[in-house]
């Protein structure tokens, strides 16, 4: 597992040195290189799976450097790298790695150690219809293409026609359940459709009336191929984890939801943490950031396993307690990726700090800090003004 990587002049990151901790979050604008980085880590530690995966599928007629890194970051994205500028280097060593040798590997068993749900995972569905591998062009980024493979394996293999998808027994804890349920789903619940021969996922309120998938919550459609990752990672078993995985990448979890649903979300994120996953995490939310500086302040400061469970709205079992006990000894780690290309460790998220992307908690809370001064500003004049 990766503790420490140095990327150089890679896309739009001039100089990237992250120190990995049990969560880690990456924040900073749009286009700003969180995503290519991610799926550095993950082409770091997957270099077997990813290039068996590729083989299974017929993607691995070529060694040539270009078109493997068009294949695996995307059409046109082998730009990213140049062999005279661009450099990568793994923990403290001294040594530079070329990412032109992630391109070619030999045939190998290797299991596959992160799981990644990418930005772009509401494409695993069409209509409500999981998509395989293959459902893809050859130019679609690795990442979305083998998610969506998983997801198909677990709806039309796992779960099969007209059946309980969520809320369902066995799957999740009910008290992270609860609140998915009423902030996400409300008074609908997913199933699959038994009137085609391919699982489609649809939705059914309390008439049994179904919803199909264009029809759903912008939030819904978002949250939906999330939540199938998380039964993939969190077996309906008493089996704690997949036993190969080790990480978790989640790109944007909060997309398309109310914060009290963002707030189920990092629930269910610190669920994963605490099975014994390492977790990645890139947002635009400053709800997750709250969130991280609270949890940070509780650390430092003597919190408890009801203080956790009190900040996330748990009620107290044997399951949130273990959760709660967790977090309080998880190291949290936050990194800013700006627009000139360089990235910040943020990880004390100090609101005092004289560094103002900390501050501002990478530019998430700017706005609501702008807002804030200009209607001071306001009041403070037409009482002047008044008296």
Not at 74 to 86: C, F, K, N, R, V
Not at 126 to 132: E, F, N, Q, S
Not at 137 to 149: C, K, N
Not at 166 to 184: D, G, M, N, Y
Request: with cysteine; aromatic share 8%; proline share 4%.
């Amino acid at each position: 597992m990766i503790k420490r990587l140095r990327a150089s002049r890679i896309g739009p990151i001039r100089h990237a040195d992250i120190s990995f901790g049990d969560l880690t979050v990456f924040v900073g604008p749009q286009a700003t290189g969180k995503s290519i980085f991610l799926q550095l880590v993950k082409l770091i530690e997957d270099k077997s799976a990813v290039h068996n995966s590729m083989r299974r599928f017929g993607l691995h007629g070529s060694n040539d450097a270009t078109v493997f890194l068009d294949r695996y970051f995307g059409e046109g994205m082998s730009s990213i790298w140049s062999e005279e500028d661009s450099s990568l280097t793994l923990g403290n060593s001294s040594k530079k790695i070329s990412l032109t040798t992630y391109a070619k590997a030999r045939k190998t068993s290797a299991a596959e150690k992160m799981f990644y749900i990418p930005a772009q995972r509401v494409m695993s569905l069409r209509d409500g219809m999981t998509r395989p591998f293959t459902d893809y062009r050859a130019g679609d980024p690795y990442v979305l293409r083998d998610f969506s493979e998983k997801l198909h394996g677990i709806v039309q293999n796992e779960f099969g026609l007209d059946k309980e998808v969520f809320p369902k027994a066995q799957r999740l804890s009910e008290v992270l359940r609860h609140p998915v349920e009423e902030h996400i789903f409300g008074k609908f619940k997913l199933r699959t459709d038994s009137s085609r021969l391919q699982g489609r996922l649809i939705l059914k309120d309390s008439h049994g009336s179904s919803l199909p998938f264009l029809v759903w919550s912008a939030g819904q459609r978002e949250f939906v191929p999330l939540l199938l990752g998380l039964y993939w990672l969190l077996p309906a078993s008493r089996v704690a984890c997949r036993d190969e995985i080790t990480s978790v990448v989640i790109e944007e979890p909060e997309m398309g939801l109310h914060p009290n649903g963002i707030s189920a979300v990092i629930c269910l994120i610190l669920e994963l943490r605490s099975r014994g996953y390492r977790v990645y995490v890139s947002t635009h939310s400053p709800h997750m950031l709250d969130i991280v500086w609270a949890l940070n302040f509780l650390q430092a400061h003597n919190g408890s396993k009801p203080d956790v469970l009190k900040l996330l709205s748990l009620r107290s079992n044997p399951k949130t307690q273990s959760l709660a006990q967790n977090v309080l000894s998880s190291s949290f780690k936050t990194y800013y990726f700006s627009r000139d290309g360089s990235v910040s460790d943020i990880s004390n998220l100090d609101p005092g700090s004289d560094n103002d992307i900390e501050g501002g908690w990478g530019g998430l809370t700017e706005f609501s800090s702008r807002v804030g001064n200009v209607v001071a500003e306001v009041a403070e004049r037409e009482s002047a003004v008044s008296s």
